[in-house]
């Protein structure tokens, strides 16, 4: 059975009538609010402004009007990049590997600075829709078509991930099977989607992206008065994870000489393949103005960064844990690792607590989700379907 000290992993939860009503709720109220806004947002889109620059209803829904403000664009844009994978994944490089090898928060962050400054202003002021056309108006529509193959390629496996952390978290505190959960999350994001395009995206990750920095950080003083933890929490030398004492910091980690290489590349990875993502490009492109389009990517930047900190800190309260006197009855092992978050919340939390910071987690998975789904579809659409396949069709 899971949870037994031969196999490790956290031991079975039944079903949790009360987190999965709470779950329920909060479903709704994302997928009522993604279905209603595409209509209030519409409604008030400065369409007059915006005429000579859409040409069509399908591009209205792909870019909302190209009217997004500085507050909605910051907030989607930070909300696309804060997935679960990207709070369960940080919380997990920490104890892992430490600190210095934690390095998504901020070569996420460079990224998008980058494109700030690199593309921002170049894509939105010829009035792109995807990240495609220039590629197709340089090679050529059916060459230049090609180019979604590893776009597609990559947001499949980034929406595997982030399912994936949704999953186990739900599995850990409510008892909810993960391929039931996924399903259910996948369906939500995919259906307010499907009718309200970037409005619907764009307004739900704001609610989005509230939860999670609300439930993250609410959780966290909670999870540091717990009896089981050490406060002050200590930095150096956490022996629980290791067989023998280490003279570094296991928190801050240790970067050897002969790793240098390795932590460049993964930095290079990081900074430079966080920039053709088509759910950046999307809300750089339905910006306003280019002003606006510039400023969002710095101001989702720090926001990206900030929005680690607390799986920063769940991942050293983690490593200050004694967990064989939780309920959890025994030591992490290497697999527990990426379900530290859950494990966390589930028991160094109050149960309400721990459903709130669930929410987070879910929040965090819904507002990537849905980007993904969104960008993949506008690809599509347009540089596929109707550029290479029905180059003659008008879209209305």
Known sequence: MAGDADDGGPPEQKLNVVGMIGLIVFYLIIFVSGILSHKVLKRKSRKEAQKGQVSSNTEDMMLAGRDINYFVGVFTMTATWVGGGYINGTTESVIKNGLVWTQAPIGYSISLFLGGILFAEKMRTKSYVTMLDPLQIKYGKPLGALFYIPAFSGEILWSASILAALGTSLRVICGINDTASIIVSAAIAMTYTLFGG???????????????????????????????????????????FMDIDQPHSKFFGKLERNDVGVWIDYAIMLIFGGIPWQAYFQRVLSARTVSVAKTLSFCAAFGCFCAAIPSIVIGLITMNTDWPATEYGQKLVKDDYKLAVPLTLLYLTPPAVAFIGLGAVSAAVMSSTDSSILGVSTMFTRNVFVNVFYQKLVIE
Request: charged share 0%; hydrophobic share 55%.
């Open 198 to 240: 970037l409005y619907s995206v764009a307004f739900t990750d704001i609610i989005q992206l509230i939860c999670i920095f609300v439930g993250l950080i609410f959780s966290i003083p909670f999870m540091t008065t717990s009896p089981h933890v050490t406060v002050p929490l200590q930095a150096s030398n956490v022996t629980m």
